[in-house]
């Protein structure tokens, strides 16, 4: 059975598979029928979702969950306590990229039954990747893009290829994908440096933005005593020409008493000199 024929067989229904689970129809027991039926495998017995690495053995690789990471098409998504009430959840993975996939699953939206998924990446643990030692040729064959590789590939430089001569070119091929995983590894780093870096400058424009605000709070202050003070010279000025027609009408008042005083004077002289001449 291929991974296409269990998701045409079981979608919308529920699946059961004995030495799976205490309950029925729960997410292990589809991961167990795909391992059973299209791995070609012995079910992993009597465990929770969250447990299946621990228990999984030699036949699978355990990948953990990171930012870049993408699982392939027939991986385990295994999914951490946080989900399942605290069980779990496990499902086969079908397509997608590091935002989020669909996966073929029991027990999840539609409670009991089988059925493709939506789902980002929170709380995913990881997933499991069989190793390519499956008994299953079918599986081999027609659910590994790898296998229809090398099987393609020995066809043209080899008229009659044998198993050994495809592991030889699976080995060749986990010598490169060790490589590319510490090569990923390399770039994972860097990429959390940058994230460090960015941090930093975030926190640096964090603090020049609080200063410039305050800049503004200070210029506010100083424009507010400015006008003030523009305020208080207006005052003045206006007191002032107050203060200057005050002293022109003083001053006019004085010349007039200054004349009073002369022609008082003026008179005074004349009656004496009158009295004088009589």
């Known amino acids: 059975m291929t991974l296409d024929e269990l998701i045409k067989k079981y979608d919308g229904k529920q699946l059961e598979v004995a030495g799976s689970a205490n309950a029925k129809f729960q997410c292990v027991d589809l ?3 795909y391992i059973r039926d299209v791995l070609g495998l012995k079910i992993i017995e009597w465990t929770n979702a969250k447990d299946f690495p621990s228990k ?9 969950n990171t930012p870049l990471g993408v699982p392939k098409r027939g991986d385990l998504i295994v999914w951490n306590g946080n989900v399942g009430g605290g069980n779990g959840h496990i499902a086969i993975f079908m397509k997608g990229g590091i935002m989020g996939f669909t996966s073929f699953d029991q027990n999840w939206s539609t409670k009991e039954r089988c059925k493709v ?7 995913v643990a990881g997933w499991l990747r069989p190793r390519g030692d499956s008994t299953n040729p079918d599986w081999l064959i027609k659910n590994s893009d790898a296998w229809i590789a090398i099987l ?11 198993f050994d001569d495809a592991k030889n070119v699976v080995a060749g091929i986990k010598a490169r994908a060790t490589a590319m995983e510490k090569e990923k590894g390399e ?7 940058s994230q460090d870096t ?7 424009l964090l603090i020049a933005e609080k200063a410039r605000k305050a800049c503004q709070g200070n210029l506010k202050e100083s ?11 207006e005052g003045m000025i206006e007191d002032n020409k107050k203060m200057g027609i005050e002293l022109s009408n003083l001053k006019a008042k004085r010349g007039f008493d200054e004349l009073v005083n002369v022609r008082i004077r003026k008179e005074e002289y004349a009656i004496i000199k009158y009295k004088g001449g009589r």
């Open 187 to 193: 770039w994972e780093a860097k990429y959390d440096a």
């Open 152 to 162: 393609t590939f020995l066809k043209i430089t080899k008229k009659n290829p044998t």
């Open 117 to 123: 998924e939506t789902h980002t990446y929170r709380n």
């Open 31 to 33: 991961a167990n029928a």
């Open 198 to 204: 960015i941090s930093t400058k975030d926190d640096q």
């Open 56 to 64: 999984a053995g030699s036949n699978y690789e355990y990948i953990k």
């Open 223 to 233: 424009n507010k005593n400015l006008t003030e003070a523009q305020g208080k010279i």
